[in-house]
């Protein structure tokens, strides 16, 4: 079992800044790969962002040149540093881990943190 727990949300205005973090239970470069998710009201769960244990690195359309993810592997936590944030990256955020310790193709998903943009 792998453990997530995120922190970083908040409310912040429209160009404003935010640095989530999930802090895992495991050695994260244990685990084949993690990545940050978002879900807004009345919306599937989309990837925002996400890293292999290989070492590449993906981000969706709409984040590119804003969100940057990073990992710290002494603290086990993975962060989503998020600027120039718009009303639509308005969405609950959720860390997940797939594979490493969980198990070939099983995945771990935080509780989730709400991240809210004011125009």
């Known amino acids: 079992q792998v453990q997530l727990v995120e922190s970083g949300g908040g409310l912040v205005q429209a160009g404003g800044s935010l640095r989530l973090s999930c802090a895992a239970s495991?050695?994260?470069?244990?685990?084949?790969?993690m990545g940050w998710y978002r879900q807004a009201l009345g919306k599937q769960r989309e990837l925002v962002a996400g890293?292999?244990?290989?070492?590449?690195?993906n981000y969706a359309d709409s984040v590119k040149g804003r969100f940057t993810i990073s990992a710290d592997n002494i603290k086990n936590t993975v962060y989503l540093q998020m600027n120039s944030l718009k009303p639509e990256d308005t969405a609950v955020y959720y860390c997940?881990?797939?594979?490493?310790?969980?198990?070939?193709?099983?995945?771990?998903w935080g509780q989730g943190t709400q991240v809210t943009v004011s125009s």
């Open positions: 997940n881990a797939e594979g490493g310790p969980l198990g070939v193709g099983k995945i771990s």
């Open positions: 890293f292999s244990r290989r070492g590449s690195t």
């Open positions: 495991v050695n994260i470069f244990s685990i084949n790969a």
